[in-house]
C-alpha cells in the first residue's frame, strides 16, 4: 500500500485545513490508519487514528474536539479536519497505515506503511 498526504499550507491562528491521504492497493478498508505529526529537531507525535471501519477514532488531548480525522473506504482516502488552528500545531503531518490492525492504533512501530508528509504552518 502507498500513502499520498495533502493539503497542507499556510493558515491564520483560528483558521481551518483539511489534510488527505490517499491509498493505493486494495487493503485500505482493513486498514487501521492515523495521522502523526513533527516538527524540526523533534520526535515525531501521534495526532489521531481511526479504525478500519471508521466506527472508532482516538486523539491526541491536544487536537481533541479541535481536530476530525474520518475516512471513505469507498474512496480508499482518510481525512483530517483541522479547525481552530495554532501556532503550536504548526508541523509536518503524516499519514500511516496498517493492515495487521483494525482497531485504534497509537504507536508508531505499529504501522507499516507511510506517506510522505505535508507541511502545515500557522502563523499568529
Known amino acids: 500500500v502507498q500513502l499520498q498526504a495533502s493539503g497542507g499550507g499556510s493558515v491564520q491562528a483560528g483558521g481551518s485545513l483539511r489534510l488527505s491521504c490517499a491509498a493505493s492497493?486494495?487493503?485500505?478498508?482493513?486498514?487501521?490508519m492515523g495521522w502523526f505529526r513533527q516538527a524540526a529537531g523533534k520526535e515525531r507525535e501521534f495526532v489521531a487514528a481511526?479504525?478500519?471501519?471508521?466506527?472508532?477514532?482516538y486523539y491526541v488531548p491536544s487536537v481533541k474536539g479541535r481536530f476530525t480525522i474520518s475516512r471513505d473506504n469507498v474512496k480508499n482516502t482518510m481525512y483530517l479536519q483541522m479547525n481552530s488552528l495554532r501556532p503550536d500545531d504548526t508541523d509536518v503531518y503524516y499519514c500511516?497505515?496498517?493492515?495487521?490492525?483494525?482497531?485504534?492504533?497509537?504507536?508508531?512501530?505499529?504501522?507499516?506503511?507511510w506517506g510522505q508528509g505535508t507541511e502545515v504552518t500557522v502563523s499568529s
Open positions: 500511516a497505515g496498517t493492515g495487521r490492525l483494525l482497531g485504534i492504533v497509537v504507536h508508531e512501530d505499529q504501522y507499516d506503511y
Open positions: 492497493g486494495r487493503t485500505f478498508s482493513s486498514s487501521a
Open positions: 481511526i479504525s478500519a471501519s471508521g466506527g472508532s477514532t
